[in-house]
């Protein structure tokens, strides 16, 4: 669940380095280890109110949500596409300039881009600034996992999708997972990622810090 969090600094407005959604960053950076990630263009986001802020730097921390939405059952790529345009859909409505978070995993395991940007600045090496942790949204970078995991764990295919795309960013960054992945509930008051799935995360850093290891031996 992602948070309204104005900047206290002023970030630099940068030009964006790419179209959002083009087909190069769609396919930029395959055979690296990237999980399929549909960019806003392909589950037909709407632009952006404004233009993206982007750091040229890495994030501190990865930050995983949960969407706090109801636990569906559809594992098809065209639920994950209707997910991500309800949750843009919000977050017009709260009146932020696009999507807060960076990333969303719906729980059939499909990938799709959140903010418009985010995928080509992280393949740069750089963060765009998103809505998801008050007071942390200049050195974060936030996966919504759909559903809500105050009392059940995500599903498998969910999971394993998170691991894939947090070994990416994190290899992406330069980033330690053990130290790097943490729920929203580090930063701000708040039940998310879910009071059941959050105690798992030194499992998932593992995970991801295995799948690293195994990449980098390959
Ligand atoms: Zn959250």
Redesign the pocket.
């Known amino acids: 669940?992602?948070?309204d969090g104005s900047a206290r600094s002023s970030p630099q407005t940068l030009r964006q380095q790419s179209s959002p959604g083009s087909r190069d960053v769609a396919d930029a950076g395959r055979g690296a280890g990237r999980p399929r990630v549909y960019t806003t263009q392909e589950w037909g986001a709407r632009g952006p109110e404004r233009r993206p802020t982007v750091h040229r730097r890495p994030p501190r921390y990865i930050?995983v949500?949960?969407t706090f939405t109801k636990n569906y059952d559809d594992p098809s790529v065209d639920h994950g596409f209707w997910l991500a345009r309800a949750i843009q859909r919000a977050h017009f409505g709260r009146g932020w300039p696009d999507t807060g978070q960076h990333f969303t995993i719906s729980r059939g395991g499909h990938v799709m881009e959140g903010r418009t940007g985010s995928l080509a600045a992280a393949l740069a090496g750089h963060m765009v600034v998103g809505t998801?942790v008050r007071g942390a949204n200049d050195y974060t970078v936030?996966i919504e996992c759909e559903g809500t995991y105050n009392t059940v764990l995500p599903p498998r295919p969910l999971l394993a999708s998170l691991v894939e795309m947090c070994a990416w960013l994190c290899t992406r960054y330069d980033l330690d997972p053990r130290t790097a992945i943490v729920p929203?509930m580090r930063f701000n008051d708040?039940d998310?990622?879910g009071y059941r799935f959050a105690p798992t995360l030194p499992k998932l850093r593992a995970q991801v810090a295995r799948a690293m290891d195994a990449r980098s031996t390959r």
Do not use: D, P
Request: net charge negative.
């Open positions: 669940m992602v948070e930050v949500h949960h998801q936030g929203h708040t998310c990622c």
